[in-house]
């Protein structure tokens, strides 16, 4: 499977081969960025779902929320601790994750992709990204980036599936991202790494 990429809107061609990001088992060594069957789409939780659910018992912030890997090798544990056996090894810095538990100085964390484990804390970072429709990756369509947030705006690129970009902020339905040096706006729904109704 090729590589998740940008196209320019203008020209229709490549613009760049975006990382995308791979997912190795711990004892293996480094294999094609799908590793695994794929998971169904995690169900996204509404705003008010998250402020429901409570917040963490150590940090107090909103459990669940969503961080990004910090560091290019974070091992992915069966448990809160460094005894624990490493079940993945995520390769992407920047990678959007969502963390569903806390202990001590461990995060239970979920990738795109429905997978679960711990990680140490200082692994993560409160920067958000976001994954470009990963439930499309494979299929023939592209994810647009816009000038400014509405449908009919100019575009300014198009991602594939599975790209991953930084997000600056969320509201009314548009998120402002930054991918390869190209800013825009992306439909809030396209992406995996905020909330629906998620403003920030």
């Known amino acids: 499977m090729s590589a998740p990429r940008i196209l320019l809107a203008s020209v229709a061609a490549l613009l760049v081969a975006a990382a995308g990001f ?3 088992p711990a004892t293996s060594a480094p294999q094609p960025e799908t590793v695994a069957a794929a998971a169904p789409k995690p169900e996204k ?3 008010a779902a998250i402020a429901a659910a409570g917040r963490g018992p150590v940090t107090d912030l909103p459990l669940p929320r ?4 910090k560091s290019a090798k974070v ?4 448990g809160p601790g460094k005894d624990y056996p490493v079940s993945w090894l995520f390769m992407k810095p920047g990678l959007p994750v969502e963390i569903i538990g806390e202990y001590d100085l461990w995060r239970r964390i979920r990738d795109s992709e429905g997978t679960e484990g711990w990680v140490y804390h200082s692994l993560l970072s409160g920067s958000r990204t976001s994954i470009a429709a990963p439930w499309l990756k494979g299929k023939p369509t592209t994810i647009d980036i816009h000038r ?3 449908a009919d705006a100019p575009l300014v690129a198009m991602m594939e599936p599975g790209v991953v970009s930084s997000v600056e902020e969320c509201k009314s339905g548009w998120c402002s991202v930054e991918v390869s040096s190209r800013a825009g706006f992306v439909k809030q729904n396209e992406l995996w790494g905020v909330y629906p109704d998620e403003q920030f």
């Open 75 to 78: 091992n992915l544990r069966i």
């Open 45 to 47: 939780p509404t705003a």
């Open 22 to 24: 791979a997912i190795m």
């Open 148 to 150: 400014t947030p509405a």
């Open 66 to 69: 969503f961080a990004s890997l």
